[in-house]
């Protein structure tokens, strides 16, 4: 690991399976490998790795689910200490009788913290409790990192919570499906979750890592287009292709984010917010139906 | 005016010229009367299209500040009188000893409506006070209306309060300049107000229509590329040229927005907001400096 504001981040997109939690240790095991292969520090799988994504009972959630000292953490964790790099891996968390959508991100010593998604989408809410956790954000040997998990990135308040607290590169494990809107990419092959990192990134001047995943389950296709944004907006790699396996690996300098973020004494993108405005963000009132 | 949820939107493309009131005037009721003569009930002029942007003096700032009873707005609401369309109009506003980078909302009544612009960009912070209207969402007989003006839109607290409040549309006059990180168009054509822009309407779920300015003043070089995003984030008109003239007309239909925002019961991505967890956006050690 290189101790400085460089670090090479893989983002893996592949298809886990529902129903197939030891296929999916192994597949994210197989994917870890290759991007330390690659020469990565970081590596970001997709939204619930360990579980796959749509289930059809209570019975299989909770086959599917494993706290963070289960089989599935634990190895991902034993490969980060053998190959000396960071993950942050979407899985199905068990918490005493509860269960998350979860992040964890794991480093040689170890589970480094857990963030727990904040916003349900649909049937998400069926078997999972809303995050618990807040934005975290973790302080990592190359830079500040803040995790969000896919619908997250539509609630611009928590990417910005991030960016107040000095996130500088924001990964998202996401499993973006067909029927959100934008059917799959547009004609440049963006997908909708790509503009919604591009809109983050602009907005917060810092890196946004999403790593998606492919394939169809149970009827619910998802649409890759994985990508890693820069702090001035400009897509950096990808958008992935929709249905095909991709593992990008670039390496960004953290230093660029904040450079980005404090300009010039008179135009500083955090210092000009103006939070006396913004109460309704925070309102019980704001919580909704205008 | 059409009595439903669809209007025709003019978005108008041009150079105002600091330190010329009256030529900014004329320019302005020529822009609104070609919006007219193509259809429109609701037209967008730049930021500041009465005074011009780059202010050399206290002298000049003062020279080019107006009331809202002023010749120019009083002008430019009598065309709305008679052309009947709703114009919002960037100007230079002088309230009391107090100047503010302010947009009228004008309609065949009058002035309906004024935002003073909350996040002052650079040098205006010299010139103008900051905002201290909040951000007013405006009832209009096709839908509600919010406005931003430029710098504005890289704080996505402040769109995302209009879209709380009900906004469907969101009117940007803007003075996009060259040096905001990326100089000018990309191999698109698109700007980095642009990719704002679609940020602001996948993350809201609204219509963002931004009319920009073009020209140079006092070596200070603007950027063009006008827009309108739909709800889902595409791009319906524009983005304008860099450096041309350009007037994006579109007819729009707000009802658009409304079903994007509420998509099933379980589904509502203002609903599914967590107020609880975003705390830091209102608090006083959230104005900054990470």
């Given at each position: 690991m290189r101790q400085s504001s460089t670090v090479c981040l893989a983002l893996c997109q592949y298809a886990p399976q529902v129903g197939d939690p030891e296929g999916n240790r192994r597949r994210g095991s197989s994917w870890i490998n290759r991007a330390a292969d690659a020469g990565a520090d970081l590596v970001v799988l997709p939204e619930l790795a360990s579980s796959g994504y749509t289930f059809e009972s209570e019975e299989e959630a909770l086959l599917c689910a494993d706290d963070t000292g289960g089989s599935t953490i634990s190895e991902w964790a034993r490969l980060c200490r053998e190959r000396s790099l960071h993950v942050v891996c979407g899985f199905s968390e068990r918490a005493g009788g509860i269960r998350y959508n979860a992040a964890a991100l794991l480093g040689p010593q170890g589970v480094l913290g857990v963030y727990r998604k904040a916003h349900l989408f649909n049937d998400e809410k069926s078997y999972f409790a809303p995050g618990d956790t807040g934005f975290p954000v973790f302080s990592l040997p190359f830079g500040k990192v803040g995790i969000l998990i896919c619908y997250?990135?539509?609630?611009?308040e928590a990417a910005r919570v991030l960016a107040v607290r000095g996130a500088e590169l924001l990964c998202v494990p996401t499993n973006w499906?067909?029927?959100?809107?934008?059917?799959a990419a547009d004609?440049?092959?963006?997908t909708m979750g790509d503009y919604a990192c591009v809109g983050l990134a602009t907005q917060n001047q810092l890196f946004v890592a999403a790593a998606d995943r492919i394939g169809e389950e149970r009827g619910v296709q998802f649409v890759g287009c994985s990508c890693l944004v820069g702090p001035?907006?400009?897509?950096?790699?990808?958008?992935?292709?929709?249905a095909e396996e991709a593992l990008l690996v670039s390496t960004i300098d953290l230093e660029w984010a904040r450079r980005a973020r404090r300009r010039t004494p008179r135009n500083d993108t955090l210092g000009d917010r103006?939070?006396?405005?913004?109460g309704e963000l925070t309102s019980a009132e704001g919580a909704g139906r205008s």
């Open positions: 997250d990135i539509w609630f611009p499906v067909a029927n959100f809107r934008k059917q004609d440049r092959g963006w001035d907006g400009s897509m950096l790699e990808g958008p992935a292709p929709v103006r939070p006396d405005l913004y």
